[in-house]
């Protein structure tokens, strides 16, 4: 049976099921049983607005996520710090890849731009078109790994795709000239085989990067900020007038860019009411004897 089609002939028991699940079905093939606890999840925010406490998870038991941006666009360094908070607390390891190279002179600019807020994070080149980097993001597939690729449309993750495949798998089409957005061309999330060892989850572009409930998610995505909060003189220091303040003094002399401190602190206070309206939900359903099921714990 193929594992790109045996979920879409499947139903399942109202569980929260993503690609890449290991799920137990009934004898007769029709029906998902249960899910099997994960290793790890990248989830977001469910993306329409009548649903803005429930959660939707785009892939799991995944290794390595796989941050795909293209060089034919601005570096989006705000877009990439919410992908880095949601990849490290899926609980795989991140890696941003530029795509596209082949239609820019000079990629150093966004390369340096990106690095600048991956401090902790691999950021590599890969093409499809003319092979650069496709050995390098296939080999992060050893060990029967699994790696997601996860973009906005247009950024190249299908013919991406289609060169680490070995074929042409994925449909690809022209993104606009005007502001470079591109099309859907994947429909839907698809767990590929690749040629040798590992496996591959390709997933729809992705065009908002909601938060979920974070662990440590943006400790880690904004790791160069923790650690001058480490120096600043009063422990429970706001980063605004008080004095002494490490990270202040940072923005003061240059070291961190002050737009980056900024975001920091709006995606801690989304999250803040992300989880407010989380527990009201829960609070909600409780009153009127609807209990959610809780995931199960990742072993």
Do not use: Y
Not at 29 to 46: L, N
Not at 88 to 94: E, V, Y
Request: contains cysteine; aromatic residues 4%; glycine residues 8%.
């Amino acid at each position: 049976m193929s594992l790109d089609d045996a979920p879409l002939r499947m139903r399942n028991i109202g569980a929260d099921v993503a690609v890449g699940d290991f799920v137990v079905v009934t004898d007769d093939g029709e029906r998902v049983q249960e899910v099997m606890p994960r290793r790890s999840a990248f989830v977001r925010r469910a993306s329409f607005e009548g649903n803005r406490a429930e959660a939707h998870t785009i892939a799991a038991n995944i290794d390595v996520v796989v941050l795909v941006h293209a060089l034919t666009s601005p570096p989006n360094q705000r877009r990439l710090e919410r992908e880095l908070v949601l990849a490290f607390d899926s609980g795989a390891r991140p890696v941003v890849v530029l795509t596209k190279n082949d239609l820019i002179d000079d990629p150093e600019h966004t390369l340096a731009a990106l690095r600048d807020v991956a401090p902790d994070v691999l950021v590599m080149l890969a093409s499809g078109i003319s092979g650069e980097g496709v050995e390098s993001l296939r080999a992060l597939a050893a060990g029967n790994a699994t790696i997601a690729l996860l973009g906005a449309s247009g950024v190249g993750k299908s013919t991406l795709v289609n060169a680490l495949v070995g074929q042409e798998r994925q449909a690809t089409a022209d993104v606009r000239e005007g502001d470079q957005r591109g099309r859907h061309t994947t429909n839907a999330s698809q767990l590929v085989r690749l040629p040798g060892d590992g496996w591959l989850i390709d997933t729809p572009g992705v065009r908002a990067v909601s938060l979920w409930s974070s662990g440590r998610g943006i400790e880690r995505a904004f790791s160069d900020v923790f650690d001058l909060m480490d120096h600043c003189r009063f422990r429970d220091c706001k980063h605004e007038q008080e004095p002494g303040c490490a990270v202040n003094a940072a923005v003061a002399d240059g070291r961190l860019d002050l737009r980056r401190l900024d975001s920091m602190k709006r995606l801690v206070a989304e999250e803040a009411v992300l989880e407010e309206e989380q527990r009201a939900q829960e609070k909600a359903l409780d009153k009127r004897g609807v209990r959610r099921p809780r995931p199960k714990p990742s072993p």
